[in-house]
């Protein structure tokens, strides 16, 4: 009986582990693997893809033709109030994850748990940068007006709204002075991460994307590819 409960404990480990290996794998492949994507010949914006080693977001020059961000995210719901900026940041994710693990050390078993299942809500996290820069972790990717106009058309789509305005959530887990979270529609798991949803995202606006992607790299992957 003993024999039979290790023999089974043992197997239980092996399966587990073994659909470990096959979702690492399968992600690794897949974000190498590009979809179709348009080329346009009139690149008249510049956006950038901006990760911290783990989340990207998707950086964008705040005032427009086609749109003032701060319209839709107001700089009053900010630490700073400040209007003195040139771009906006948007990151898509678990709303546990944004607000209650300001860093990896104080990750909850609970908020991930919550997260990794997908039962949890999610939130957009907005940044305003007065400049952006080029380095390892943010590339510049120059865009068409129809490829900014989709990417503006996927944000707005996957923002709550009451009385026709984005709602604010109202917390001090803030960033920094100069960030603010709104809440999203949408489902955070383990396959559809704040990644997903970037590669998502882009692939919406005709822009080199992977197949599938969880993870930051296969994003970078695919720009640092072009260079």
């Not at 897949?30 to 990207?56: A, F, M, P, Q, W």
């Not at 604010?168 to 979270?181: L, M, P, S, V, W």
């Amino acid at each position: 009986m003993i024999k039979n409960l290790l023999k089974n404990i043992f197997l239980f480990f092996i399966l587990i582990f073994s659909l470990i290996l096959i979702f690492f794998l399968s992600e690794f492949i897949l974000s190498r693997i590009s979809n179709d994507y348009k080329t346009y010949s009139n690149l008249e914006y510049e956006i950038y893809l901006k990760s911290n080693g783990v989340h990207t977001d998707i950086v964008l020059p705040l005032d427009n033709n086609i749109i003032y961000w701060a319209k839709l995210f107001p700089f009053e719901n900010t630490v700073s109030k400040s209007k003195n900026f040139n771009y906006i940041s948007i990151g898509w994710g678990d709303k546990g994850f944004y607000l209650d693990t300001p860093s990896w050390s104080e990750l909850k078993a609970s908020t991930a748990l919550v997260a990794g299942l997908g039962i949890g809500s999610t939130a957009f996290h907005i940044t305003y940068y007065k400049d952006m820069q080029e380095d390892d972790l943010t590339i510049k990717v120059p865009i068409s007006k129809e490829q900014y106009a989709s990417i503006v058309s996927t944000v707005k789509k996957n923002l709550q709204y009451e009385n026709g305005r984005s709602i604010n959530i109202k917390t001090d887990a803030q960033y920094g002075e100069n960030d603010a979270f709104y809440e999203a529609i949408g489902s955070y798991s383990i396959f559809h991460t704040c990644n997903t949803w970037t590669n998502n995202t882009l692939k919406e606006a005709n822009l080199p994307s992977s197949k599938w992607l969880v993870f930051d790299k296969g994003i970078l992957y695919q720009y640092k590819n072009l260079k």
